[in-house]
């Protein structure tokens, strides 16, 4: 392919036969990453909670930790991706490298757990801190051996005069994060709360440190830019990722979550056989019988997983461009839907009509109602910038900016509703929540006509007064 003869021309160009193109590393980055931040869900979904105690005060500080991980993760991930944006070639001693990074990154997890099976103790966070802290140095030394072969590094600075300009500046945008984690690390001796809020620091900070660079302009007038165009192709956290990276990692996660759907299936639910012989009298269906509301869970979740998936690449085939704030808004929607296998756990797990039971569902609901509502803000952020971001074809006020529209506040709409009925009905919680489940691929399928026939109703309901036209003939 193009990839490939690129390759062996710059290789043939650079006269080193021992360099490749990275992008075999990035997708294998891509994938290995997506998975770490997906599992990281199953400490939270496989805690084990008493009838008697309550859902809400085990759960609600593991998930905000579960979610500001994640985030973390994302930011490293990002980081990654922008590192070898700057060096598109790698030889043998960059991809080891890369392999020691990845290692940590797949220790995360094991921290995590740490942290959410121990809030109280500083042992998780000071391992997650650590792990963050290594992964830093790592990259700088990624950096400081990329530009000690300057074959490596992209075109645009190979031919720059300022490399030394360029490394400096990585090198210290690079190290900020392992900078703030160093910090919470130390804090956790102190005051471990405090910990925590670097940490959301760490998150945020691109977009804290160009909030303050708008109010210093605003306040002291714009800054002198510089007279060098090549110093604005430059390493910014702030700078939006590709298009293509960020479908790329979204695509990893949403099929890390569905798979983890059935592991539970296959570890939980498959009859021992010395049951079967003497409980049910070798009938493995009366067997199967059993497990019924686990299968209804199942099929339900993944088809909310597939069809959060159906409305972000329906969302992203509009999309000519992603910007900084829709990146943040699909990293917070993909926190959510990792939280699915949370919420297929969940709603199986409890005795029915227990209080545990109508909690376990209205934290379901609020997982895909935010999931869901994350997507539909990216579509509002791309809106406001719509003539560099958006096909001009789903441009607002257009039909097929009506039925994307639509298609977006399907989940937050049915989830909230959800959530409502529960609180009025709650001894039917269950039933009520996976007849919504299975509705909402129907309501899909008839989601084009609806929208077709709603904005036929408007049409000719807001005619000019002439003699009305037949109805039919609005709607075709």
């Not at 949370?342 to 109602?369: D, G, K, M, W």
């Not at 489940?437 to 709603?454: C, E, K, Y």
Request: include cysteine; charged fraction near 10%; glycine fraction near 4%.
């Amino acid at each position: 392919g193009s990839h490939w003869r690129t390759d062996v021309q710059g290789r043939v160009r650079s006269g080193h036969s021992s360099t490749q193109s990275s992008h075999r590393l990035l997708a294998y980055s891509d994938a290995l990453i997506s998975i770490i931040a997906t599992v990281m869900i199953l400490p939270v979904a496989h805690t084990k909670i008493q009838d008697n105690e309550s859902l809400q005060q085990h759960l609600t500080t593991k998930i905000a930790v579960y979610l500001m991980t994640f985030l973390i993760v994302t930011v490293a991930w990002a980081a990654h991706i922008r590192l070898f944006q700057v060096i598109e070639r790698i030889d043998d001693c960059l991809a080891l490298l890369n392999l020691a990074c990845m290692m940590l990154i797949t220790f995360l997890p094991y921290t995590f757990s740490l942290m959410a099976a121990f809030p109280e103790n500083i042992l998780g966070i000071l391992l997650f801190c650590s792990c963050v802290v290594v992964i830093g140095l790592i990259q700088a030394l990624i950096v400081l051996y990329g530009f000690s072969r300057p074959h490596l590094l992209n075109d645009q600075i190979q031919g720059s005069q300022n490399q030394t300009f360029y490394k400096h500046h990585i090198l210290k945008v690079i190290l900020r994060v392992p900078a703030f984690c160093f910090f919470a690390g130390v804090f956790a001796f102190i005051y471990p709360p405090l910990s925590y809020v670097l940490l959301a620091v760490v998150i945020f900070f691109p977009y804290i440190s160009q909030f303050l660079q708008w109010c210093y302009s605003k306040a002291f007038g714009q800054s002198e830019e510089t007279s060098d165009p090549m110093l604005f192709y430059s390493y910014h956290p702030n700078e939006p990722l590709s298009k293509e990276r960020v479908e790329a990692f979204s695509d990893g996660v949403y099929a890390i979550v569905a798979t983890l759907l059935i592991l539970d299936i296959c570890e939980d639910n498959v009859p021992d056989p010395m049951e079967v012989q003497q409980r049910f009298n070798s009938s493995l269906v009366d067997a199967l019988q059993e497990f019924g509301p686990e299968y209804l869970a199942y099929f339900g979740s993944f088809a909310t997983v597939g069809l959060l998936w159906f409305v972000h690449h329906s969302l992203f085939l509009h999309v000519t461009k992603s910007t900084r704030l829709m990146g943040l808004l699909n990293t917070f929607s993909l926190a959510f839907v990792g939280g699915l296998p949370l919420a297929y756990q969940l709603t199986h797990e409890f005795p029915r009509h227990s209080h545990n039971e109508l909690e376990a569902i209205q934290i379901s609901c609020v997982i895909i109602f935010f999931a869901g509502l994350f997507q539909l803000a990216i579509w509002v952020a791309a809106l406001f910038n719509q003539r560099e971001t958006l096909h001009p074809y789903v441009h607002y006020g257009g039909q097929d900016h009506t039925f994307m529209l639509a298609k977006l506040a399907v989940y937050p709409c049915v989830a909230l509703g959800t959530f409502f009925v529960t609180c009025v009905l709650s001894r039917f919680s269950a039933p009520v929540f996976h007849l919504a489940q299975i509705g909402v691929p129907l309501a899909f399928l008839l989601l084009r006509l609806l929208v077709r026939a709603a904005l036929a109703v408007l049409r000719w309901f807001f005619r000019p007064s002439h003699p009305a036209a037949p109805f039919s003939d609005v709607l075709t």
